[in-house]
């Protein structure tokens, strides 16, 4: 099985900062990777798909880059509505595996 | 507009069984593979089982393997999984994601989840 691994687990940070959040697999992946956005008590939401694809109606402040094994989640001016907790997922193989998540909370 | 909604959650004992069902509604559900995608509470996002258009491919986590069912009713746009021998380790919001229909997989809608609690 391909393992997920994010970082940081959490982070604190103020509206109109740039985060970046990473996710490494444990083999390559190519670019077989996608990005979900979720808020307390609701269903996770697609970013990004394939790496580097904005989803439609997603804000052109995130962006997603990689390709192997190393990949990245940057939000270019986070705003108030981007506190959530985000996770990578891998679509190189089944089973079809999740990071952990990054919690992204107010500093 | 898409709509995934699920239904049959809520408290089974130690062993027992459920049957989960998600509505379908918005787009041609026969083009999309579905999966089925699990939460524990606090935890993470675990993907649980796959299914092709029509049914004939079928893809489930180790952890469920023998004990869940993952299938499909495309006349009623409707996706479903069997869970039997449940044990706590199961307890989770359950949602129904919509998958792709050629190329990678991602999750572009979701429903709004169904509890789970496997306890005596």
């Known amino acids: 099985d391909i393992q997920m691994t994010q970082s940081p687990s959490s982070l604190s940070a103020s509206v109109g900062d740039r985060v970046t959040i990473t996710c490494r697999a444990s083999?390559?992946?190519?670019?077989?990777l996608n990005w979900y956005q979720q808020k307390p008590g609701k269903a996770p939401k697609l970013l990004i798909y394939?790496?580097?694809n904005l989803q439609g109606g997603v804000p052109s402040r995130f962006s997603g880059s990689g390709s192997g094994t190393d990949f990245t989640l940057t939000i270019s001016c986070l705003q108030p509505e981007d506190f959530a907790s985000y996770y990578c997922q891998q679509s190189h193989s089944t089973p079809l595996t999740f990071g952990g998540g990054t919690k992204v909370e107010i500093k | 507009e898409v709509q995934l909604v699920e239904s049959g959650g809520g408290l089974v004992q130690p062993g027992g069984s459920l049957r989960l069902s998600c509505a379908a509604s918005g787009f041609s559900f026969d083009s999309y593979w579905m999966s089925w995608v699990r939460q524990a509470p606090g935890r993470g996002l675990e993907w649980v089982a796959q299914?092709?258009?029509?049914?004939?491919?079928?893809y489930y986590v180790d952890s469920v393997k023998g004990r869940f069912t993952i299938s499909r009713d495309n006349a009623k746009n409707s996706l479903f999984l069997q869970m039997n021998s449940l044990t706590a380790e199961d307890t989770a919001v359950y949602y129904c994601?919509?998958?792709?229909?050629?190329?990678?997989?991602?999750?572009?809608?979701w429903g709004q989840g169904t509890l789970v609690t496997v306890s005596s």
């Open positions: 083999q390559s992946i190519s670019n077989y």
């Open positions: 394939t790496s580097s």
């Open positions: 994601a919509r998958d792709h229909i050629v190329g990678a997989t991602n999750f572009d809608d």
């Open positions: 299914i092709n258009q029509d049914g004939s491919v079928k």
